[in-house]
């Protein structure tokens, strides 16, 4: 057995997966054999669940069924409002309060006790999971700002409902659709660090609670969902500075800041869904008449990829995006966690079939064979 310690797990493969091919060098991402380019504006989130869930797009009949499905679990039990009223009381972080709620949704969970690795009962849980996640994280940011939640409504799909009850109002159809496009893009991206934290939770023959909220702690932090907020502080802290946004993030590097929304685990080039993220960004820029946020974006990509030879990764362009569509930037890891928690159930559902114990060892560097000193006696 080999001491080499592999830090971070870099360049380990623990799995085999059909859900998302990667190719950091080339840049490209694709779910199940689908590259992102070909349906990101145009495939729902609903569209995408059916395929990351069951292998194959959905045909029309099978969609309108599934859609339905999902639409009729948005509702909440009464206890989970309270629990939720009780977060939001307390100016809970979001993400903390998404992944209380989450573990709570069990509770009321008419699967709760059943074979954990039962794959119909699995895929039942996974659509209230996955239905729920946008009601409790909707009603939380109104109740924080003390104004009632809205009800879901089941005519409106995934993306355009969550902001309804968002905002109280049906968004317009741009609104929606770039929201949609959003979550199609974050639905899955491998063994990223948070579904690896579901994957080694699934592997103890847990369930998909605990294994979703295992996740959610895990994209909460700074380096891996936890940037997108980052992002858009930094371009806030530019434009409070009034400072050239080239200069302002040279000194930031010089300075040993590390840069929220560069650099990537598997990416040595570009990561392809910024590319799409940033038409968005830009679009939302020309029409509101105020293209700053935009432009202060190009200007950092430029200056980080031309001088420290780091790419733009998901949660780069996604932050001015969201910014622009008026979303408030602690929600945006949440956000994150709203779409990606259907690729976190895909790949407990593909290791329940196949699953082995998810045990590393670590190299003990520490002392051995030292006397204990009973506590009276030290
Ligand atoms: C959805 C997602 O999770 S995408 C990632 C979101 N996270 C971020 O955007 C946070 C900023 N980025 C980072 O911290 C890193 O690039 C990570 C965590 C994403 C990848 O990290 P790793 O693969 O472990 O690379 P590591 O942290 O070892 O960095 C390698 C080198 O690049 C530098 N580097 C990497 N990213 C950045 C950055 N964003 N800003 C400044 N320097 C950076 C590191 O300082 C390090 O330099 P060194 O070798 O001189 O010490
Ligand atoms: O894959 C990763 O390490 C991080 C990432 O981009 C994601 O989770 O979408």
């Known amino acids: 057995m080999s001491d080499e310690v592999k830090r971070g797990l870099e360049g380990v493969v ?16 694709g779910y199940r054999g689908y590259a992102i380019e070909d349906f990101a504006r145009e ?74 690795a039962d794959r119909e009962t699995n895929l039942a ?40 009850m968002l905002n109280g109002e049906e968004p317009d159809e741009v609104a929606a659709e770039t929201f949609d496009t959003a979550l199609v893009l974050h639905a899955d991206h491998g063994l990223n660090a948070s579904t690896f934290a579901a994957m080694v939770t699934t592997s103890t023959m847990s369930d998909l609670h605990s294994g979703v909220t295992s996740a959610i702690g895990t994209l909460a932090g700074s380096l ?12 806030k ?26 650099g990537h685990r598997v990416y040595n080039v570009r990561d392809p869904r910024a590319g799409i993220l940033e038409t968005y960004s830009e679009r939302l820029g020309e029409e509101s008449g105020d293209p700053r946020w935009y432009d202060y974006s190009v200007a950092i990509e430029e200056y980080m990829t031309e001088e420290k030879g780091l790419a733009p990764n998901v949660d780069f362009y996604s932050a ?5 569509m008026g979303i408030p ?6 956000i994150f966690a ?10 407990m559902l593909e290791q329940y079939e196949d699953n082995r114990l998810i045990r590393p060892r670590a190299h003990y560097v520490g002392d051995r064979g030292r006397e204990f000193v009973p506590l009276d006696e030290r």
């Open 338 to 347: 709203l779409s990606r928690v259907g690729g976190w159930i895909a790949h």
């Open 320 to 324: 001015s995006m969201y910014y622009q």
């Open 14 to 29: 623990v799995f085999e997966s059909r859900l998302s091919y990667i190719d950091g060098d080339a840049g490209e991402l």
């Open 224 to 235: 891996h969902g936890g940037a997108n907020q980052n992002v858009m502080r930094m371009l």
């Open 43 to 116: 495939a729902s989130y609903e569209e995408v669940l059916s395929l990351l869930w069951n292998g194959e797009w959905p045909t029309r009949a099978e969609h309108d069924e599934f859609a339905a499905r999902l639409a009729a679990e948005r509702d909440l039990d009464p206890a989970v409002y309270d629990l939720i009223e009780a977060l939001a009381a307390q100016d809970e972080n979001p993400m903390a309060a998404l992944r209380t709620v989450v573990s709570a949704l069990s509770a009321s969970d008419p699967d709760a006790d059943a074979d954990p």
């Open 329 to 334: 930037m602690d929600l945006y890891t949440p």
């Open 125 to 164: 849980k996974g659509c209230r999971i996955t239905a729920k996640f946008p009601t409790a994280l909707a009603a939380f940011a109104r109740l924080r700002n003390g104004f009632d939640p809205v009800e879901p409504r089941e005519d409106l799909g995934h993306a355009a409902n969550f902001l309804y």
């Open 237 to 262: 802290e530019i434009d409070e500075s009034d400072a050239d946004p080239g200069d302002w993030i040279e000194s930031a590097v010089e300075e040993g800041r590390r840069i929220p929304g560069f």
